[in-house]
């Protein structure tokens, strides 16, 4: 049978002429074509994307799979960490202290205050005080309490207007501790250092005219809960003389005079009977610090000698200048040991409350010390490394036993401790 031509139409006559598909007018498309039409071709464009993409990622997939690869590879402690789901991991290390590091980590970050701020204070401190004490010669009566508990005089509150107008004219973002102030700051910005400062430790030596006293600055940057091994630099500086004491953590110790440098020279002696010592008396009960000590000074006060000059920054620096060989300071240790029973002794020596040693006394020239050599520890043989300062109350005072070399330190320790014991044996 014979096919039925097909009509000539505009497709034909173009198939005829031989168009190509680009050069196709685009025509009417049925209904049932665009239904399957527009997906295949969704799906075909989709499909490329996706190996387009598949090969773009893949180097990244590989060096991701790499870097992968060497982290475990690396990680020696892997298989001890691991935890099983859903167990809660236990923490290691607490907290709290955890919180104190990283922030002091990031304030360390901060250069300490340079060695011209401390001197150019400790100078103008002095340069206050110096006249006034050579013209007192103990006119002044004893007026205030401290945050530790031990008295304070006339010329304590002018070297403390001293201080706080040379710390505001200074504009730095600076906090400080002082024995008459406690804890101050005037900054408008957030203080980023902290200095620990007596404006003058040995009130009674300068309002009598004795060269034992001195200005003491500790510095560190605000931390939180800052502790002695915090400190980053340290001045002591005398008053009636012209020493200057100046030292900064891990880079050693100076004595300015008169703007010439010297190096400490610490005394070689290694015998009791020969040494060279002071003992801190004032608020100390006499019966027990002088029923302790008395073998030591019938042994030490002919060959040796024995003073009490009643400053922890002054005597201990007195070491560096070959004056002293050791410094004592033991009546705390009685407290510690025994409160309840030590307290009537303490309260009656002063007047009613517990006078020891405060951290703001010994934050500077422990430094100082250290730094050049001596051996300095607590009447139990312990750092003061943990010791928080500013912390002044009677539960944070402290006791001391320093000297100019570890040989004379050991014995001298030994022979106080076993006295100690004796003593609270009898109490």
Not at 50 to 66: F, G, I, M, N, W
Not at 201 to 230: K, N, Q, W, Y
Request: glycine share 6%; proline share 6%; with cysteine.
């Amino acid at each position: 049978m014979a096919r039925k031509q097909e009509p000539e139409t505009r497709s034909t006559r173009s198939r005829a002429a031989g168009d190509t598909p680009q050069q196709k007018r685009p025509g009417k498309v049925k209904k049932e074509d665009q239904k399957t039409a527009a997906p295949k071709a969704a799906r075909t464009t989709l499909e490329k994307t996706k190996k387009t993409s598949e090969k773009s990622l893949e180097p990244v997939r590989r060096t991701k799979q790499a870097r992968i690869a060497v982290k475990v590879k690396e990680s020696p402690t892997m298989e001890k960490t691991e935890k099983k789901p859903g167990r809660p991991r236990k923490s290691t290390v607490n907290e709290a202290e955890s919180a104190r590091r990283a922030t002091g980590s990031a304030a360390r970050k901060v250069a300490p205050l340079p060695q011209k701020f401390l001197l150019e204070l400790a100078e103008e401190i002095r340069g206050v005080v110096e006249p006034l004490a050579r013209n007192m010669r103990g006119s002044s009566e004893a007026d205030g309490i401290a945050q530790s508990g031990d008295v304070t005089f006339p010329l304590d509150r002018v070297a403390e207007k001293t201080l706080l107008a040379f710390l505001r004219r200074s504009g730095l973002p600076l906090a400080y501790y002082s024995e008459d102030a406690g804890y101050s700051t005037f900054s408008t910005e957030k203080p980023q250092y902290l200095l620990i400062v007596d404006p003058i430790d040995g009130s009674r030596a300068a309002r009598s005219g004795f060269e034992g006293c001195v200005v003491s600055i500790a510095t560190t940057r605000v931390i939180e809960r800052p502790t002695m091994a915090d400190v980053d630099n340290a001045c002591v500086a005398e008053i009636m003389g012209n020493r200057v004491f100046y030292a900064e953590r891990g880079k050693g110790v100076k004595i300015l005079v008169d703007g010439h440098t010297r190096r400490p020279k610490l005394s070689e002696n290694q015998n009791l009977d020969q040494m060279r010592w002071t003992m801190t008396v004032p608020g100390r009960p006499p019966s027990l610090i002088f029923t302790t000590v008395y073998k030591l000074l019938e042994q030490s006060s002919l060959r040796g000698g024995f003073f009490a000059c009643n400053s922890t920054a002054f005597s201990l620096t007195r070491l560096l200048t070959n004056q002293l060989d050791a410094c004592v300071d033991i009546a705390n240790r009685f407290f510690r040991d025994m409160p309840d029973k030590a307290r009537p002794y303490f309260e009656r020596a002063g007047n009613g409350r517990v006078v020891c040693m405060a951290p703001y006394d010994l934050a500077a020239a422990l430094l100082i010390a250290e730094e050049a050599g001596c051996v300095v520890t607590d009447a139990y043989g312990k750092r003061f490394d943990d010791v928080l300062m500013l912390d002044s109350t009677e539960s944070n005072q402290l006791s001391l036993v320093a000297a100019a070399n570890p040989q004379l330190h050991k014995k001298l320790l030994e022979f106080l401790d076993r006295r100690i014991q004796q003593i609270e044996e009898k109490l």
